[in-house]
């Protein structure tokens, strides 16, 4: 996936999306499996805000049935089947547990029943073709096992849990790199630190998009039959597209704080309890989500009037987040460490009701931008990273009304990096096939990151270590993981390359040494000066 430079571009392109997250990435691939040439442009590195940001929960939808939103349900449990269907080796189930209370609502008989419902509209939604780990069964455990999974709960007055499966998104930066990498194989032109300061419409048919390429510090001029800005939490940005849509400017913005700490519990399961608002002003679910050697606690949720403006009480609010987790989990005492921070931002609405978690926008929207012209410049609201697939489809068909946008799952293509046949065994083979090279750690780490894409990188950036029948070092391992991640994947910086390539699960840089190998390879790459390679270094932060 080589860098679009605008650059004598005198086409006049199908669509052109701005925003690299997980809709603007998701909308490139559909397009272009649809045949429709997108050009995406991203204003920063991909996947960098609120789409790596979450608890990178795939909501399976049975949260939904305690209000009978059934269409919410089976939206949901479409979405979580598109997920696994199409990131064999990046999404995986997430058995959930809630304690069980009483004999109404919180009880076993209600959970029982409402997990009845859901295998039955399951079966309708999956039929005979979604039908990745249907084994997964809810259940209701004993308040023995309950106790066994999470010891704090030993002393607790509960009659067992509930347990159920969403799945979770183990790196969604890749999931995000790897539809790129296929938009791109099918035509796609994609580039990121391309930012878009302006459109204007130049005739009935064509727009013209103004677009600053911070590299090489240069303006162009694209032209472009339709846009999707898929920008996150820039919906308001007017782009000189005025005046901004009354449905825009009723919508608030709302942040969202998750805490990465060490692993809590020897389980893999996510946890849900009820807490006390420090404040007194209501309670909240807290979630804990296990995700690989961490627990996310999560999730804070606050007003963010300006997101560009420094936020002076993050640190207090961070340790007053996670004292409330902690006392939630009888870990007060304990001084748990806190590893980082993920910060990410949704769309709510000005309704008035107190907490900001209340006020989170229920739906996505698609507004039309243009009011002489509807249908060639939408703005993308999107919520939740789990329904980005259907979102951008009705998104694509509001663009291009006389065309039939097929779903994704039509295909036979599956995204660059994932597997047709089983992960697991796949994993399997490559160990096998490099044994004695790669240490099983090694094998892992790449796997997960590149998946069936792995033998390539193996051939182009690691076959002369491997020539030599050697154990590798993770010295040279990681050196040939970053010339693939600056050839292949657009890396220009260091962080980039450290929290969105090579460290997408590490809350904190590679130790000192190998830090410093990394770097330099990096800099011998891209030609860096000693003051530009000081000055990533000295910008590596979480």
Same mark, same amino acid.
């Given at each position: 996936?080589?860098?679009?430079?605008?650059?004598?571009?005198?086409?006049?392109?199908?669509?052109?999306?701005?925003?690299?997250?997980?809709?603007?990435?998701?909308?490139?691939?559909?397009?272009?499996?649809?045949?429709?040439?997108?050009?995406?442009?991203?204003?920063?590195?991909?996947?960098?805000?609120?789409?790596?940001?979450?608890?990178?929960v795939?909501?399976?939808?049975?949260?939904y049935?305690?209000?009978?939103?059934i269409?919410r349900?089976?939206?949901s449990?479409?979405?979580?089947?598109r997920?696994?269907?199409?990131?064999?080796?990046?999404?995986?189930?997430?058995?959930?547990?809630?304690?069980?209370?009483?004999?109404?609502?919180?009880?076993?008989e209600?959970?029982?029943?409402?997990?009845l419902?859901?295998?039955?509209i399951?079966?309708?939604v999956?039929?005979?073709?979604?039908?990745?780990n249907?084994?997964?069964?809810?259940?209701?455990?004993?308040?023995?096992?309950?106790a066994?999974?999470?010891?704090?709960?030993?002393?607790?007055?509960?009659?067992?849990?509930?347990?159920?499966?969403?799945?979770?998104?183990?790196?969604?930066?890749?999931?995000?790199?790897?539809?790129?990498?296929?938009?791109?194989?099918l035509?796609?032109?994609?580039?990121?630190?391309?930012?878009?300061?302006?459109?204007?419409?130049?005739?009935?048919?064509?727009?013209?998009?103004?677009?600053?390429?911070?590299?090489?510090?240069?303006?162009?001029?694209?032209l $472009?039959?339709?846009?999707?800005?898929? $920008?996150?939490?820039?919906?308001?940005?007017d782009?000189?597209?005025? +005046?901004?849509?009354?449905?825009?400017?009723?919508?608030?913005?709302?942040?969202?704080?998750?805490?990465?700490?060490?692993s809590?519990f020897?389980?893999?399961?996510s946890?849900?309890?009820?807490?006390?608002n420090?404040?007194?002003?209501?309670?909240?679910?807290?979630?804990?989500?296990?995700?690989k050697?961490?627990?996310?606690?999560?999730?804070?949720?606050?007003?963010?009037?300006? +997101?560009?403006k420094?936020?002076?009480?993050?640190?207090?609010?961070?340790?007053?987040?996670?004292?409330?987790?902690?006392k939630?989990?009888?870990?007060?005492?304990?001084?748990?460490?806190?590893?980082?921070?993920h910060?990410g931002y949704?769309?709510?609405?000005?309704?008035?009701?107190?907490?900001?978690?209340?006020?989170?926008?229920?739906?996505?929207?698609?507004?039309?931008?243009?009011?002489?012209?509807?249908?060639?410049?939408?703005?993308?609201?999107?919520?939740?990273?789990?329904?980005?697939?259907?979102?951008?489809?009705?998104?694509?068909?509001?663009?291009?009304?006389?065309?039939?946008?097929?779903?994704?799952?039509?295909?036979?293509?599956?995204?660059?990096?994932?597997?047709?046949?089983?992960?697991?065994?796949?994993?399997?083979?490559?160990?096998?096939?490099?044994?004695?090279?790669?240490?099983?750690?090694?094998?892992?780490?790449?796997?997960?990151?590149?998946?069936?894409?792995?033998p390539?990188?193996?051939?182009?950036?690691?076959?002369?270590?491997?020539e030599?029948?050697?154990?590798?070092?993770?010295?040279?391992?990681?050196?040939?993981?970053?010339r693939y991640?600056?050839?292949?994947?657009?890396t220009?910086?260091?962080?980039?390359?450290?929290?969105?390539?090579?460290?997408?699960?590490? +809350?904190?840089?590679?130790?000192?040494?190998?830090?410093?190998?990394?770097?330099?390879?990096?800099?011998?790459?891209?030609?860096?000066?000693?003051?530009?390679?000081?000055?990533?270094?000295?910008?590596?932060?979480?």
């Open positions: 996936m080589k860098r679009y430079s605008p650059e004598n571009d005198t086409t006049i392109h199908d669509l052109i999306i701005v925003g690299g997250g997980i809709y603007g990435a998701s909308m490139a691939y559909t397009s272009a499996l649809n045949g429709i040439s997108p050009v995406l442009l991203e204003q920063d590195d991909f996947c960098e805000h609120t789409s790596a940001n979450s608890q990178k795939i909501h399976g939808g049975l949260r049935l305690q209000t009978l939103d269409k349900v089976v939206e449990i479409r979405e979580k089947q997920f696994y269907h199409l990131f064999p080796h990046q999404v995986k189930p997430l058995p959930c547990l809630l304690p069980t209370s009483g004999y109404t609502m919180k009880g076993n209600a959970f029982r029943l409402a997990f419902m859901y295998g039955t399951e079966k309708l999956c039929g005979n073709k979604l039908t990745k249907l084994n997964k069964r809810p259940e209701i455990l004993s308040r023995q096992e309950v066994r999974r999470f010891p704090h709960m030993a002393e607790e007055n509960i009659r067992g849990g509930a347990l159920w499966y969403d799945g979770i998104c183990l790196e969604p930066e890749r999931v995000v790199i790897g539809l790129l990498q296929s938009a791109a194989k035509g796609g032109k994609i580039a990121n630190q391309m930012k878009v300061v302006k459109i204007k419409r130049r005739t009935r048919d064509h727009l013209a998009v103004f677009v600053e390429d911070k590299l090489e510090k240069k303006t162009f001029c694209l $472009t039959k339709k846009i999707a800005l898929c $920008t996150g939490s820039w919906f308001q940005d782009l000189e597209l005025r +005046p901004l849509p009354v449905e825009l400017q009723k919508l608030s913005l709302i942040r969202g704080l998750n805490v990465i700490v060490p809590l020897n389980s893999a399961t946890f849900a309890t009820k807490v006390r420090a404040k007194g002003d209501g309670s909240r679910f807290l979630f804990i989500v296990p995700w050697n961490y627990s996310i606690e999560g999730t804070h949720w606050e007003d963010c009037p300006d +997101p560009s420094p936020w002076e009480a993050k640190d207090s609010t961070v340790q007053e987040f996670h004292l409330t987790t902690q939630a989990l009888r870990e007060e005492n304990n001084q748990v460490s806190i590893q980082s921070t910060v949704v769309p709510g609405t000005t309704d008035g009701k107190p907490m900001a978690s209340d006020r989170i926008l229920g739906h996505y929207k698609i507004v039309d931008r243009e009011e002489n012209s509807p249908g060639d410049v939408i703005q993308v609201v999107g919520v939740k990273f789990t329904t980005a697939f259907d979102v951008v489809l009705k998104a694509l068909q509001h663009l291009f009304p006389s065309r039939k946008v097929k779903d994704v799952l039509s295909f036979s293509n599956l995204p660059y990096g994932s597997p047709a046949e089983d992960s697991n065994q796949l994993f399997r083979l490559y160990r096998t096939r490099y044994l004695g090279v790669l240490n099983h750690q090694q094998c892992k780490i790449a796997f997960q990151l590149f998946g069936n894409a792995l390539y990188v193996i051939q182009f950036y690691l076959t002369s270590l491997i030599k029948g050697q154990p590798i070092s993770d010295h040279a391992f990681y050196t040939g993981l970053t991640c600056v050839d292949h994947e657009m220009f910086h260091l962080d980039d390359l450290i929290y969105r390539r090579l460290f997408p699960d590490s +809350p904190c840089p590679p130790d000192p040494e190998l830090l410093t190998t990394i770097s330099d390879e990096m800099a011998r790459l891209l030609l860096w000066t000693p003051g530009q390679l000081e000055q990533e270094t000295s910008q590596l932060s979480r």
